[in-house]
């Protein structure tokens, strides 16, 4: 990603503030965030790099949270203009 993180983690928090996202939301989002893109080191994302990183989080996470953690990254995906 040619952003730096601060950057991407600005918009992103704007984008979600457009979108009516309550505040609790938009930390959790931004949160998840972080640790996607800590996972991608500067990678660009994809649809490979995502099922990639839901096999990580399944290992040590329950189904629910896994769910919860990939619900905040397909929002960035959204964001990004590259949901399915």
């Given amino acids: 990603m040619k952003q730096n993180y601060n950057e991407i983690l600005r918009e992103y928090r704007i984008y ?21 893109l800590s996972f991608l080191q500067g990678e660009e994302p994809t649809k490979a790099k995502v099922l990639e990183y839901r096999e990580q989080l399944q290992q040590s996470h329950h189904a629910r949270t896994v769910n919860a953690k990939l619900s905040a990254i397909h929002s960035y995906l959204d964001y990004l203009g590259l949901a399915a």
């Fill in 16 to 36: 979600l503030t457009e979108h009516e996202k309550s505040h609790a939301t938009i930390q959790k989002y931004v949160r998840e965030l972080v640790w996607f």
